[in-house]
């Protein structure tokens, strides 16, 4: 990951997040290498075309509430599309207990 862009760090390990599970977008930020990187988190995936294979329906607020801006929506295709994957919602957020993926930094 040393000769890579912000943008292709964050893509390379959205990639990694499995099926079934969700990562926060500090989460992200912390694994591409600086934890302040939240925002920027969402930016690179706000860029992504949506026929992609970068799974960004997996990466949720830290809360694991969707994001508005995910496929202009209000956030129902994120989770219908995690809901498809079994990942199960709580009072209308992710149960990030048993769902967060646990991918630690190497």
Not at 18 to 26: E, H, I, M, N, Q
Not at 49 to 55: R, Y
């Amino acid at each position: 990951m040393e000769n890579q862009n912000t943008f292709e760090k964050i893509y390379d390990i959205v990639r990694q997040i499995p099926r079934g599970t969700v990562a926060s977008y500090g989460q992200i930020a912390e694994l591409a290498g600086n934890r302040r990187w939240s925002r920027v988190v969402g930016y690179a995936l706000y860029a992504v075309p949506f026929e992609s294979d970068i799974p960004c329906h997996r990466v949720v607020t830290k809360e694991g509430r969707t994001s508005r801006a995910f496929g202009g929506t209000d956030g129902s295709l994120q989770k219908e599309l995690l809901e498809a994957e079994g990942v199960e919602f709580i009072d209308g957020h992710v149960d990030m207990k048993n769902y967060q993926w646990t991918k630690r930094r190497v």
